[in-house]
């Protein structure tokens, strides 16, 4: 499980957690909670689990390619 921070408005971050994986598609979930600031992503992820919507998107591996690009992902936190 990986988790990436995502620009989502104009100055405004989140927080993304892949739930599962099927073909090319991502399935994520979530921050109920955004920050102003790219610093303030920690303070997110100190919330941890139970901060996230437990209903899973798709999202399509190539969009994601598209968003990084874009700058939209920031970053992302891979788990062993």
């Known amino acids: 499980v990986s988790s990436h ?5 104009e ?6 957690k892949v739930a599962s994986q099927k073909g090319d598609t991502v399935f994520v ?6 920050t102003n600031k790219h610093k303030g992503l920690n303070e997110l992820k100190s919330k941890g689990d139970e901060a996230f919507v437990p209903i ?9 390619k598209k968003m990084l690009e874009k700058g939209e992902i920031m970053d992302v936190d ?3």
């Open 5 to 9: 921070d995502k620009k989502s408005n």
């Open 11 to 16: 100055g405004e971050y989140t927080l993304y």
């Open 29 to 34: 979930l979530a921050s109920q909670f955004a």
């Open 56 to 64: 899973p998107s798709p999202i399509t591996k190539s969009e994601l």
């Open 78 to 80: 891979r788990k062993e």
